[in-house]
C-alpha cells in the first residue's frame, strides 16, 4: 500500500461540463501516472508527471489535461467531458526500488458522462 | 516501446501450477519485464519484475531466457483467488521519464 486515494470514487456528469479528477499520495514519490481503463483495451496511459509542474503526454491525452502543484497531488481534468471518456481512471506512483520500480494503483475512479 | 503478446485468456483448477508466457521480441537492452495482477474493480497489483534468468518471490516465479524475447510468469498451487487479469509488461528502468504500456492482459479462471 502506497497512501494513495482519489477522489471521488464514482461520478455522473453530462455532457459538456468541467471535470477534476484528483490523486493523493502520503510518501511523495516524484512520479506519478493517470491511466484510464475500458472494456476490451487494457490501461491506458492519459499523463503522467515526474515531479512538481513537469508532465507529460501518453498515449490518449486528447481531451485531458493535468496539474501538479504538490508533490502529494496529481489532478486530471477534463475540460468539457464528452461521452467517450466515461471509464475508470486510475491514479499510480512509482516506487523506485533497487533493481528496477514497481508501480502502485490507486483504488480508481468510476465516471460516467451522460 | 516493447510491445507484448500473451494469451487472451487461460483455464486452471485449484492446486494446479499455472504459467503465461509473454512475447516480447524487440526487448530493448535496458527494458526490464514486469507482471500486474488485476482484481474486478481494482487497481492492477504489482507481482514481479526480473531483467534475465529467474526471479522468485513469495507470490511467482518469473522464468526469462538468454535470448530475453520471451517469459513466463508462473503461479504455483493456484487458488480461486487467483482468479484475475495479469499483465506483462517491458520498459526500461533507467530512464527518468520511462513509463510502462499495459497491454489488454490474460484473464486466468481457476475452477474448483
Known amino acids: 500500500d502506497a497512501g494513495i486515494t482519489q477522489s471521488p470514487r464514482h461520478k455522473v456528469t453530462e455532457t459538456g461540463t468541467p471535470v477534476t479528477l484528483r490523486c493523493h499520495q502520503t510518501?511523495?514519490?516524484?512520479?506519478m501516472y493517470w491511466y484510464r481503463q475500458d472494456p476490451g483495451h487494457g490501461l491506458r496511459l492519459i499523463h503522467y508527471s515526474y515531479g512538481v509542474k513537469d508532465t507529460d503526454k501518453g498515449e490518449v491525452s486528447d481531451g485531458y489535461s493535468v496539474s501538479r502543484s504538490k508533490t502529494e497531488d496529481f489532478l486530471l481534468t477534463l475540460e468539457s467531458a464528452t461521452s467517450s471518456q466515461t471509464s475508470v481512471y486510475f491514479c499510480?506512483?512509482?516506487?523506485?526500488?533497487?533493481?528496477?520500480?514497481?508501480?502502485?494503483f490507486g483504488p480508481g475512479t468510476r465516471l460516467t458522462v451522460t | 516501446l516493447a510491445k507484448t503478446t500473451q494469451p487472451i485468456s487461460m483455464d486452471s483448477y485449484e492446486g494446479q501450477e499455472v504459467n503465461i508466457t509473454c512475447s516480447h521480441n524487440n526487448i530493448a537492452t535496458n527494458d526490464y519485464i514486469t507482471w500486474y495482477q488485476q482484481f474486478p474493480s481494482q487497481g492492477p497489483r504489482f507481482i514481479i519484475q526480473?531483467?534475465?534468468t529467474k526471479v522468485t518471490n513469495e507470490v511467482a516465479s518469473l522464468f526469462i531466457p538468454a535470448d530475453r524475447k520471451s517469459s513466463t510468469l508462473s503461479l504455483p498451487r493456484v487458488s480461486l483467488s487467483d482468479t484475475a487479469v495479469y499483465y506483462c509488461l517491458v520498459g526500461e528502468m533507467n530512464s527518468g521519464y520511462s513509463t510502462l504500456t499495459f497491454g489488454k492482459g490474460t484473464m486466468l479462471l481457476v475452477s474448483p
Open positions: 510518501e511523495n514519490h516524484r512520479y
Open positions: 526480473g531483467y534475465k
Open positions: 499510480a506512483i512509482r516506487k523506485d526500488v533497487e533493481d528496477g520500480y514497481e508501480q502502485y
